[in-house]
């Protein structure tokens, strides 16, 4: 998970979301709940910081501010290098429900990519229409139709992810974006699930149309790149299984 300036929500998320990872390791695997304060302004930190104590599999990591995308690269990149099998990222707003996290574990294997797709979100008639909008941009971009391309409730097999975001430059903002319409392009394994997405839990979001239209500007010079890249390399056979 990033997290921005959620004091109001990061502590009740840790306690929705600590429980997966405790049942994961009861079954003998090794999970960690692992959350990057994006460098808030706020008590978000501290208030991860605090909550190790009760929380054993939480990790709380500080960096500075970067956005949500590259935050979400980073995050990546850590649980790959750490030698992840799996990495599942949601945010720490409070939209999401673990509950719904079961379906994609139970099916981890027959599948490489499971994305949810936030049918009826509940977050406002401005975010649906940037989700509609984007999935037009991703098929213009790259000749794909991905259901929810931005979707924040992903579990992904790390191998293939590693593949994937290796086309993805570092501090690309719309990194799940990149994520899907690559995976979607190059034909990898990928299972879809209507997912809950409520309003946001607390706080107030950072991201405002004014900055989505700016992001969407420079996103269209970074799918060029990407796309150009992916025609030039195509998908990684040394990672396929």
């Not at 998970?1 to 695997?29: D, F, L, R, T």
């Not at 979001?205 to 796309?227: E, P, Q, T, W």
């Amino acid at each position: 998970m990033p997290a921005y300036n959620e004091e109001a929500n990061i502590e009740e998320v840790i306690h929705q979301w600590h429980p997966v990872c405790e049942k994961i390791n009861a079954e003998g695997n090794v999970a960690r709940l692992v959350i990057a304060n994006d460098g808030s302004k706020d008590n978000t930190l501290r208030i991860m910081l605090r909550s190790r104590e009760k929380y054993p599999y939480l990790v709380p990591i500080d960096k500075p501010n970067s956005g949500h995308g590259a935050t979400v690269l980073y995050l990546y990149r850590l649980a790959i290098a750490d030698n992840a099998t799996f990495v599942f990222q949601t945010d720490s707003d409070g939209q999401t429900l673990p509950e719904e996290f079961w379906r994609m574990w139970e099916n981890r294997h027959k599948f490489d990519f499971h994305i949810g797709t936030r049918e009826g979100r509940q977050d406002g008639a401005s975010r649906v229409f940037v989700t509609k909008t984007l999935r037009l941009v991703v098929w213009l971009m790259f000749h794909v139709w991905v259901k929810d391309a931005n979707t924040p409730f992903r579990l992904m097999n790390a191998k293939r992810l590693q593949a994937v975001t290796r086309h993805i430059p570092e501090d690309f903002f719309l990194a799940n974006v990149a994520v899907s319409a690559i995976a979607v392009k190059n034909n990898e394994t990928i299972a879809w699930y209507p997912i809950t997405f409520r309003p946001r839990q607390g706080g107030v979001n950072s991201i405002n149309m004014k900055r989505v239209f700016k992001i969407g500007l420079k996103a269209l010079g970074d799918f060029h790149l990407i796309n150009k890249n992916l025609r030039s390399n195509g998908k990684d056979p040394n990672l396929d299984e």
